[in-house]
Nanobody, 121 residues
Framework: QVQLVESGGGSVQTGGSLKLSCTASGYNYCMGWLRQAPGKEGEGIAS???????SYADAVKGRFTISRDVANNNLYLEMNSLKPEDSGLYYC??????????????????RGPGTRVDVSS
């Protein structure tokens, strides 16, 4: 099992930006981000595989950018034009099984403790 630790969450106003980082203790072919708003189920928002194939949820497409440093097992999520509906807990996830799409990130085998993002209007 790979240990994942997120950082970079915080509070911003609408339209602001944040960059999340995730450090993994090992390698998974697929890594991504899952977010959970209060009272809602987790939503996969972005994924990237080991050859750079990227997938985004429609809700963040054009505003968020996922990137990965495969050599150092680091994952990033740059978030721009943030909206109040982007608020929630953001989890770094990783898996070596199954397809690698934003929509499949909720099925990932490994998950970090999460970092909170709050966007105020």
């Amino acid at each position: 099992q790979v240990q994942l630790v997120e950082s970079g969450g915080g509070s911003v106003q609408t339209g602001g930006s944040l960059k999340l980082s995730c450090t993994a203790s090992g390698y998974n072919y697929c890594m991504g981000w899952l977010r959970q708003a209060p009272g809602k189920e987790g939503e996969g928002i972005a994924s990237i595989d080991n050859v750079g194939f990227i997938s985004y949820a429609d809700a963040v497409k054009g505003r968020f950018t996922i990137s990965r440093d495969v050599a150092n097992n680091n994952l990033y999520l740059e978030m721009n034009s943030l909206k109040p509906e982007d608020s929630g807990l953001y989890y770094c996830v990783a898996t070596d099984v199954g397809a690698c799409f934003a929509s499949t990130m909720r099925y990932s085998t490994d998950r970090g403790p999460g970092t909170r993002v709050d966007v105020s209007s």
